[in-house]
């Protein structure tokens, strides 16, 4: 794929070939303007691929409003580029356009039907053309010309003048698909200030993981994970758990992950509808049933075996032999199941980065960098992270669209 025609000024110089970079493209296109992707490795879409474990959760059908509070503290920041681009248009877009089916699944989490993150790939490739898209191009920096051109230059030593920039290079979370923190190189050499980067939707390690003794792929449905601040609660979410060999996943962990370190406490409510009242009179009701059996109608069954292993009380026990003392005991277990970060998140497992470009010096209606002319921003660059949930492509590509309808051509 490589163009070696690169000596005119191209009105659009694209850097990085993942989903921002990729439908940023699309749109460069349907709008008709002479542009280039450039990416480093030597395949594209290579974070994409893995999304939704390769069925590729592409977007979150939200209205923009409330995909709004699905950004930590940057509602505000995305909401031009939600309300311009709302993900029902970026639906229509992939499917009449690219010509990509989808599907929804619970909480408006839209899949291509196929559940194959590689057709939604397939199609943006085949919609964008192999003429505009260069890999294998590894860029180490934009330099701003006299003339009010950006001129993009790559480690081999080639040189492309551009009238714009989009800068779409990743953040650095799963290195191994290309995306290794040289956005903030470039950015920060224009001038731009990063904020400190760090793992978000991460699993985490956990101490003592060897001592609960339930298996690793144990899934339990929407619990309650808490991180506290003092006797406050500082961040909650709800969702699956999963236990991992090392620790715990799934994303009521994954979405606490940017606020975690090494020593954190996450305390986890595994059944958040079940109250005192409610297993005494299931106690009540059988008497002579195993309590975990009892137990075993809230949680799964070899937690609740782990449960019923504190001191005073045994898996063979009946309901009527458990005590109240007993009974509060493993209520409170289940209730606040308390677990300690054996480590900080690891950013090379994060699905995201949370941290980056600086968005104040970013227009959050234009995606235009406040400091450098012609230089627009879009996806995991900047410091605007997502929720579990298709959030994360939905923000690359209303940031894309809004990015190509900003360019001054
Ligand atoms: C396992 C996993 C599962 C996920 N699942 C989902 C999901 O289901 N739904 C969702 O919304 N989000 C999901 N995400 C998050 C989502 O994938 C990211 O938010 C999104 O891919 C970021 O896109 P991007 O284009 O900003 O960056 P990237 O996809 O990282 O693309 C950046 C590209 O720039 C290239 N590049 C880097 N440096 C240079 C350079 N110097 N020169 C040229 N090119 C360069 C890189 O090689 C890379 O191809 C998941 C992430 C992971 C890791």
């Avoid at 953040?171 to 978000?200: C, F, I, K, N, V």
């Avoid at 991460?202 to 601040?229: M, S, Y």
């Avoid at 921003?377 to 900047?382: K, M, P, T, Y």
């Amino acid at each position: 794929m490589r163009d070696e025609k690169l000596n005119q000024t191209f009105d659009l110089g694209i850097i990085g070939g993942g989903a921002a970079g990729l439908f940023a493209a699309c749109f460069a296109k349907k709008r008709g303007i002479s542009f280039k992707l450039f990416e480093k490795t030597l395949s594209f879409g290579n974070k994409l691929l893995l999304t939704g474990g390769g069925r590729c959760n592409i977007l979150n059908l939200k209205t923009p409003g409330e995909l709004k509070s699905c950004y930590h503290d940057k509602g505000n920041f995305i909401y031009p580029a939600l309300a311009g681009f709302p993900a029902s248009d970026a639906y229509v877009f992939i499917e009449k356009e690219l010509g990509v089916k989808l599907t929804e699944e619970e909480n408006n989490r839209i899949f291509p039907a196929s559940f194959k993150s590689r057709d939604i790939l397939d199609a943006l490739i085949s919609y964008i053309g192999e003429e505009n898209m260069i890999s294998g191009f590894d860029v180490s920096s934009i330099d701003c010309l006299s003339d009010g051109t950006l001129e993009i230059k790559i480690r081999s030593g080639e040189r492309v003048t551009c009238r714009n920039v989009l800068l779409a290079a990743g953040g650095m979370s799963y290195p191994q698909t290309g995306s290794a923190g040289d956005s903030y190189r470039m950015a920060g050499s224009l001038g731009h200030s990063l904020t400190e980067t760090r793992a978000a939707l991460a699993p985490v390690k956990i101490e003592d993981r060897g001592k609960i003794k339930v298996p690793a792929g144990l899934t339990i449905k929407d619990v309650a994970a808490r991180i506290f601040e003092g006797d406050k609660i500082m961040r909650e979410t709800r969702g699956d758990l999963l236990f991992t060999h090392e620790g715990l996943s799934g994303p009521a962990v994954m979405e606490l992950a940017r606020d975690l370190k090494k020593g954190s406490v996450i305390r986890i409510d595994l059944a958040p509808g079940l109250t005192d009242e409610i297993l005494r009179s299931a106690m009540e009701e059988h008497p002579s049933k195993k309590f975990v059996n009892v137990l075993s109608g809230f949680i799964p069954l070899s937690l609740a075996e782990y449960i019923v292993s504190i001191p005073g009380a045994d898996p063979g026990m009946s309901c009527a032999k458990v005590t109240k003392d007993i009974r509060k005991e493993c209520l409170a277990l289940i209730k606040e199941f308390k677990v300690t970060l054996a480590s900080g998140p690891d950013i090379k497992i994060a699905y995201v980065t949370a941290g980056g470009v600086d968005t104040a010096e970013v227009n959050r209606k234009t995606m235009e960098s406040r400091l450098v002319k012609g230089l627009f921003f879009a996806g995991e660059v900047l410091d605007c992270d997502g929720i579990s949930g298709g959030y994360n492509l939905t923000a690359c590509i209303a940031q894309a669209k809004l990015a190509i309808d900003s360019l001054r051509i």
